[in-house]
T-cell receptor
Framework: KQEVTQIPAALSVPEGENLVLNCSFT??????LQWFRQDPGKGLTSLLL?????REQTSGRLNASLDKSSGRSTLYIAASQPGDSATYLC?????????FGTGTSLTVIP | DAGITQSPRHKVTETGTPVTLRCHQT?????MYWYRQDPGHGLRLIHY???????DKGEVSDGYSVSRSKTEDFLLTLESATSSQTSVYFC??????????????FGSGTRLTVV
């Protein structure tokens, strides 16, 4: 069974810092990988999708990369803002379903 | 998300009663999923559907059943609710089996409390 680990579980940074969130899979045979953001009491909002033929995706201040050989993904957030405060979840597709990590809770301090 | 809605948003029910949660999509996506989210466990797949009347079990399917009679609707039924089924339930959709092209899109969730 696929296990997904996200490190760190929680992170607190001052506004303006660049930061990296990590995600690793026990089974590196991942087809597609998706990063989500979840605000308290809300649903999941898709941030970036890295498809099987890709190694990274960028959207604004966000950049996600996937190393399939190691089963690791990183989400890089540049120039963090208080509005970035949320829980970030990674999910990878193995076979016919996505497996989710438990998330990194990010707090950006003004 | 505008293309996927869940109802109800909140529900409190008594132990032993049946409960049905509804997921409705307007994207005409083939694949639909039910997940539950619990602290320390992340999101876990309950059941999924790969077409009308085509469904399969996920990793935590005991005590749950599903039905899909139309492309746009996917129902999750708790046959006899227990306190361990208190959770937040999310529906998701995808166009392709592996989430390619568009990935997964999630609904806003249903918070279910079993007392």
């Amino acid at each position: 069974k696929q296990e997904v680990t996200q490190i760190p579980a929680a992170l607190s940074v001052p506004e303006g810092e660049n930061l990296v969130l990590n995600c690793s899979f026990t089974d590196s045979a991942i087809y597609n990988l998706q990063w989500f953001r979840q605000d308290p009491g809300k649903g999941l909002t898709s941030l970036l999708l890295i498809q099987s033929s890709q190694r990274e995706q960028t959207s604004g201040r966000l950049n996600a990369s996937l190393d399939k050989s190691s089963g690791r993904s990183t989400l890089y957030i540049a120039a963090s803002q208080p509005g970035d405060s949320a829980t970030y979840l990674c999910a990878g597709n193995t076979g016919n379903q996505f497996y989710f990590g438990t998330g990194t809770s990010l707090t950006v301090i003004p | 998300d505008a293309g996927i809605t869940q109802s109800p948003r909140h529900k409190v029910t008594e132990t032993g009663t049946p409960v049905t949660l509804r997921c409705h999509q307007t994207e005409n996506h083939r694949y639909m999923y039910w997940y539950r989210q619990d602290p320390g466990h992340g999101l876990r797949l309950i059941h999924y559907s790969y077409g009308v009347k085509d469904t399969d079990k996920g990793e935590v399917s005991d005590g749950y059943s599903v039905s899909r009679s139309k492309t746009e609707d996917f129902l999750l039924t708790l046959e006899s609710a227990t306190s361990s089924q208190t959770s937040v339930y999310f529906c998701a959709i995808s166009a392709l089996w592996d989430g390619a092209n568009y990935g997964y899109t999630f609904g806003s969730g249903t918070r279910l409390t079993v007392v």
